[in-house]
């Protein structure tokens, strides 16, 4: 059974910074893809940044140049640092890790953390 576990979410002001973990319960070299999905109240979960084994990372317009995604093999954690936030940024942050098992994939999701950022 894999586990993610996020942490490092918070409350923080116009313009300051956090940084997000996902840890994983196994080698996360295991994910073709850990991402970083986001969801307010009323609306669909959208993804905020993808990070792939092999090949380029994927970033919501409305975080490019202010967001990072990283992962470390060698902790078995993924990261998101987010600078310059904003309160639109506010919502529940999720860590999702996708596994290909053949022709299928398999998905794990973390419980998620409150981001909030005040005006």
């Known amino acids: 059974q894999v586990q993610l576990v996020e942490s490092g979410g918070g409350l923080v002001q116009h313009g300051g910074s956090l940084r997000l973990s996902c840890a994983a319960s196994t080698n996360i070299f295991l994910f073709n893809v850990m991402a970083w999905y986001r969801q307010t109240p009323g609306k669909q979960r959208e993804l905020v940044a993808a990070h792939p084994r092999v090949g380029s990372r994927h970033y919501l317009d409305s975080v490019k140049g202010r967001f990072t995604i990283s992962r470390d093999t060698a902790k078995n954690t993924a990261y998101l640092q987010m600078n310059s936030l904003k309160p639109e940024d506010t919502a529940v942050y999720y860590c999702?890790?996708?596994?290909?098992?053949?022709?299928?994939?398999?998905?794990?999701w973390g419980q998620g953390t409150q981001v909030t950022v005040s005006s």
């Open positions: 999702k890790a996708e596994r290909l098992v053949g022709t299928t994939t398999d998905d794990y």
